[in-house]
């Protein structure tokens, strides 16, 4: 028995079956067809991504996009170099505030310059060509100002919105850090063991928080001592905390005690803080809720109360 009338036997030389084979295997077929045109046409995009993104507008050199893009590359070029190589009291004080805020590229500050200075023209500029129109100019000449204004200060706003918010993340993780801190180092790590295995560990809970550690301990890695990492690591926290912190492992390292049972009596005591900020708000909800209660709830009971007695008294009176 060949192989055909093994086929047509377990068919059992049915036609309809025959059938829902063809049709299958033509299904089949044009599937691989397109899955195979699909994955070519992927590839080809890829590559003409990768060669496209080299490509720097060497078709026409002298279109309006080429020339705003290439003024704009030398403007920030321009920027960053004067910047980055400025070493005044207020752009060290801004390159603190980008980095407890979390930006920790080189070029932030001429990047922060030049969006503000940007900011404040457009808005000044919307202001101006899209304000109502108005007899009175100087509602206008008003209206350009605030604009300039706002577009000056929104960015240093939000800079300091940014710090507060990573501020209080990092005064949330820091005595789950200690604690895990001490787990570790009461199961035998060393002290970079220890922080390596920590920042892992808070990757999820707190992602601000574990890449200020990670920084410390690249900072380990390229030879810079405990001491100095953790006080960048404080620095970059902004809490008192983590400035305490850093205070205690370099008074144990010199005077040569115990690390752990430092870092366990400061995590109890970092414990205890936390407990006492979560009283003190508890605390102080009712003083909080003092104001809205009088606003909102208080004269509406006293309307429930008193429109009774008021009607009433309406009634008698007639």
Known sequence: ????????????????????????????????????????????????????STIEYVD????????????????????????????????????????????????????????????????????????????????????????????YVGPSMYIDRRIKSRKMEHQAGFPDFMDLLVVCADSGLSMEASLDRVGRELGDSYPSLTANIHMANLEIRAGRTMSDALDHLSERLGLEEARSFATLIQQSEELGSSITDALRVYSDDMRHKRLSRAEEKAYSLPAKLSLPMMICIFPVIFVVIMLPVFVRLHLGMY
């Open 1 to 52: 028995m060949n192989a055909a009338d093994l086929i047509a036997n377990m068919l059992g030389d049915s036609d309809s079956m025959m059938l829902t084979v063809l049709v299958f295997l033509a299904a089949a077929t044009l599937a691989f067809c397109v899955m195979a045109a699909m994955q070519i046409r992927g590839s080809v995009k890829r590559r003409a991504a990768g060669l496209s």
């Open 60 to 151: 026409r050199p002298r279109s309006l996009r080429y020339s705003s893009f290439k003024l704009a590359q030398r403007l920030l070029e321009h920027a960053t170099k004067h910047y980055a190589s400025s070493n005044q009291d207020d752009t060290k004080v801004l390159r603190s505030r980008l980095i407890k805020a979390g930006i920790f590229d080189p070029r932030a500050v001429g990047y922060f310059f030049v969006g503000r200075t940007a900011l404040a023209i457009a808005l000044a500029a919307g202001m101006f060509f899209f304000a109502p129109v108005s007899e009175n100019s100087g509602a206008i000449w008003f209206l350009v100002i605030v604009g300039g204004i706002v577009g």
